[in-house]
Every structure is written in structure tokens, then in C-alpha cells.
T-cell receptor, first 111, second 115 residues
Framework: DAKTTQPPSMDCAEGRAANLPCNHS???????VYWYRQIHSQGPQYIIH???NNETNEMASLIITEDRKSSTLILPHATLRDTAVYYC????????????FGTGTQLKVEL | KAGVTQTPRYLIKTRGQQVTLSCSPI?????VSWYQQTPGQGLQFLFE???????NKGNFPGRFSGRQFSNSRSEMNVSTLELGDSALYLC??????????????FGPGTRLTVL
């Protein structure tokens, strides 16, 4: 699976959009971009995933650049409960469910 | 549907002992994966079971083992515990390993402390 690079930490004001970047310059054509988050000492929670088109669900939006070398997770109106470590993961689907977690981005949402 | 459940939630053992952790996946899910999380190494993949067969294995010593039963419930075992095995052990289940179906859902974890 391709390696990802994320900033170690970010701050965001409550109610504002949180934009979390991820670099995956060595991504292969059949690798998807997945985002998970982990609130302190809980199990990671799936947020969203995509291949090359932008995706949106009730939690977030995922913007993938045309060359697929980077992506941005957008939380449109961050709340205090969005404070968590956010992990960007790239993986091939088919052949197993191994997730390779990096160090992620610690997002702190403040009043 | 009920989520992934793990038992016990907390466990204290001493060096040299062995431990068995249990995971019940979401109903209908056939894949169960195990991860270890420590402050120093972060989240690391241990192994995955699918239809009672180990499909993937991480880079952990043979003291770490697992199995999956016909009802998809899974157990992992750590023998001859070491202090460094103190960690949060997470279980994740998924329906399959294809695009949408491969989304993994994590349990709350078992916090193991080795004294």
C-alpha cells in the first residue's frame, strides 16, 4: 500500500470548515483513499473513501486532485466532538482488509 | 445492528502469562482483523481472518496468534506476555474486501496491561 504524509496537528475554530490535507504521491491506479478518525482511546471510525472522484457523505467531503497524488478531507462545520486523530490511508481493495495506519493529524477544534 | 464487541474491555496480566481476547463482529460480516495500538508504534496490523482462514498477517512474533470460528467470532491469543505487549488491542470487522463492502468497523478495544 502507498505511503501517506499528513501534518501532525491542526487547529480549527468551532463552526468553521476543517480542511485536512494528505499527500499520497506514490498511489497506484487501483488504490483507494480512505479516511478514518479516532477519538481518544476509542476504536477508529470510518469517515469516507474515494478512488478519483470527489465524494460527499453526511460526515465529510473528500476532494482528490486530478493526478491523485493528494487529497483533502473537509469537515464543513467542525464541532468540539470532531476533535480526534484523522488518518488518511490508501489501500487496494480485494485480497484482504489490511489497513496501514500512519501517524495521522491531531485535529483540535476550539471555541 | 449491534456494533463490533470486544471482551474483556480491560485486562491486567503479569509477564510470562498468556491472554485470550475475544471479538464478535457485526452480524453478517465475515472478515475480522486485529490491530495493536501503542504510544510508540501507533496502530499496527496483526492479522486478518476471513471465513475461518488467516488471510493476512502483520509483522509480529509467533507469540501472537488468532483464530476465527464458523460464526465469524474471533479470538486472539498472546503467549508468554512481555511488558511491551501492553497496548490497546482493536478488532475490526467488514463484510468483504471489495470497495464499499471492505469498509472496516472497529470495536472499542481491549486495554491490556502487563505488569
Amino acid at each position: 500500500d502507498a505511503k501517506t504524509t499528513q501534518p501532525p496537528s491542526m487547529d480549527c475554530a468551532e463552526g468553521r470548515a476543517a480542511n485536512l490535507p494528505c499527500n499520497h504521491s506514490t498511489i497506484s491506479g487501483n488504490e483507494y483513499v480512505y479516511w478514518y478518525r479516532q477519538i481518544h482511546s476509542q476504536g477508529p471510525q470510518y469517515i469516507i473513501h474515494g478512488l478519483k472522484n470527489n465524494e460527499t457523505n453526511e460526515m465529510a467531503s473528500l476532494i482528490i486532485t486530478e493526478d491523485r497524488k493528494s487529497s483533502t478531507l473537509i469537515l464543513p462545520h467542525a464541532t468540539l466532538r470532531d476533535t480526534a486523530v484523522y488518518y488518511c490511508i490508501v489501500r487496494v481493495t480485494g485480497g484482504g482488509n489490511k489497513l496501514t495506519f500512519g501517524t495521522g493529524t491531531q485535529l483540535k477544534v476550539e471555541l | 445492528k449491534a456494533g463490533v464487541t470486544q471482551t474483556p474491555r480491560y485486562l491486567i496480566k503479569t509477564r510470562g502469562q498468556q491472554v485470550t481476547l475475544s471479538c464478535s463482529p457485526i452480524s453478517g460480516h465475515r472478515s475480522v482483523s486485529w490491530y495493536q495500538q501503542t504510544p510508540g508504534q501507533g496502530l499496527q496490523f496483526l492479522f486478518e481472518y476471513f471465513s475461518e482462514t488467516q488471510r493476512n498477517k502483520g509483522n509480529f512474533p509467533g507469540r501472537f496468534s488468532g483464530r476465527q470460528f464458523s460464526n465469524s467470532r474471533s479470538e486472539m491469543n498472546v503467549s508468554t506476555l512481555e511488558l511491551g505487549d501492553s497496548a490497546l488491542y482493536l478488532c475490526a470487522s467488514s463484510l468483504d474486501d471489495r470497495e464499499i463492502l471492505g469498509t472496516q468497523y472497529f470495536g472499542p478495544g481491549t486495554r491490556l496491561t502487563v505488569l
